[in-house]
């Protein structure tokens, strides 16, 4: 009698065993080669940018969710900036377009300034007191610890969290003769670059005009996305203290590939600059394609 195993059945049942531990074997040597380390490693996330209103950003990036230079009040909570253009309407113009919870559930803040502004007794009082946050320098951090933020870190040109590397740039906040002039309520201002192998990279360059500092980090850093402050601010008398359609129009020479998300527009009473009036600036100088304006609430991909 002959052997059952040897039955054509049983003889494909086997055969069909061992072409398909073929091709798996095969599959894993051909394959391209794997680390250990990227096998067992969680990828970061995809990286975007909200514009939440005004300079107030939540950026993720890296796997990390950072709130940048958070304003919290509600609408009209504030009196308008006394000797600024439309300094009767009540600071903030728009209410915060997106739930408070949805804001405050980041892991860290970076405050590039401590102008009112950019940082507001309504953060002061609804962050988590234990959250990083990272300042332009040490009188900044000062203060900010003595509102009772117990881990404020000074933001270097290397500076690293959770794999993301952080790196202040520096900025001008107005013209020479607007430092002449108000050299103690212009102050120092900063930006930052964001930098992680899965993404781009972000330079923020915070509240400046086109200058030297923005000419240095865009050369250095070699910045894939560049977020301006272009509500063009202005104090009565003064030249714009940030930037305005020139500047922008230099920012993109200076990095024509890189693609510009313009922020700080239509929020707070001395911005002068409207949305349709910057891209319409955008269209006439050919950049247009180059150039995004997020409505407040607006999430890109970056």
């Known amino acids: 009698m002959a052997d059952s195993s040897d039955t054509p059945t049983a003889l494909d049942r086997r055969q069909a065993i061992t072409l398909a531990g073929a091709t798996i074997l095969a599959s894993t040597l051909f394959a391209a080669p794997v680390s250990i380390g990227a096998a067992i490693a969680r990828p970061a996330a995809s990286a975007s940018l909200t514009q939440i209103r005004n300079a107030t950003l939540r950026i993720e990036y890296g796997g990390v969710r950072f709130l940048v230079d958070p304003v919290?009040?509600?609408?009209?909570?504030?009196?308008?900036?006394?000797?600024?253009?439309?300094?009767?309407r009540r600071n903030p113009l728009v209410p915060l377009p997106i739930p408070l919870a949805s804001i405050l559930d980041v892991d860290a803040v970076i405050v590039t300034h401590l102008h009112p502004d950019h940082w507001d007794e309504a953060?002061?009082?609804?962050?988590?007191?234990?959250?990083?946050?990272?300042?332009?320098?040490?009188?900044?951090?000062?203060?900010?610890?003595?509102?009772?933020?117990?881990?404020?870190?000074?933001?270097?040109?290397?500076?690293?969290?959770?794999?993301?590397?952080?790196?202040?740039?520096?900025?001008?906040?107005?013209t020479d003769a607007d430092l002449k002039a108000l050299p103690?309520?212009?102050?120092?201002?900063?930006?930052f670059v964001l930098r992680?192998?899965?993404?781009?990279?972000?330079?923020?360059?915070?509240?400046?005009?086109?200058?030297?500092?923005v000419e240095r980090a865009i050369a250095t850093y070699a910045p894939d996305v560049i977020v301006l402050n272009a509500g063009m601010a202005t104090v009565i008398g003064l030249d714009p203290i940030i930037m305005g359609p020139t500047d922008v129009l230099a920012v993109h020479r200076a990095a024509p590939n890189a693609m510009l998300i313009a922020?700080?527009?239509?929020?707070?009473?001395?911005?002068?600059l409207s949305r349709a009036d910057l891209r319409a600036f955008s269209r006439r100088d050919g950049?247009?394609?180059?150039?995004?304006i997020p409505a407040d609430g607006e999430t890109l991909p970056i």
């Open 72 to 88: 919290l009040a509600d609408k009209d909570a504030y009196p308008g900036f006394e000797g600024t253009a439309n300094s009767q």
């Open 123 to 174: 953060a002061k009082d609804k962050l988590n007191k234990a959250l990083p946050i990272f300042a332009q320098n040490a009188s900044d951090a000062a203060q900010l610890r003595s509102a009772g933020f117990a881990d404020v870190r000074i933001l270097t040109e290397s500076t690293e969290y959770r794999g993301v590397r952080l790196s202040r740039t520096g900025g001008q906040h107005g």
């Open 184 to 191: 103690q309520i212009l102050g120092p201002v900063s930006g």
């Open 196 to 213: 992680h192998p899965a993404h781009k990279t972000l330079y923020v360059a915070g509240d400046t005009i086109w200058n030297r500092e």
């Open 263 to 272: 922020s700080h527009m239509e929020a707070v009473n001395h911005c002068i």
């Open 287 to 292: 950049y247009a394609q180059r150039l995004l």
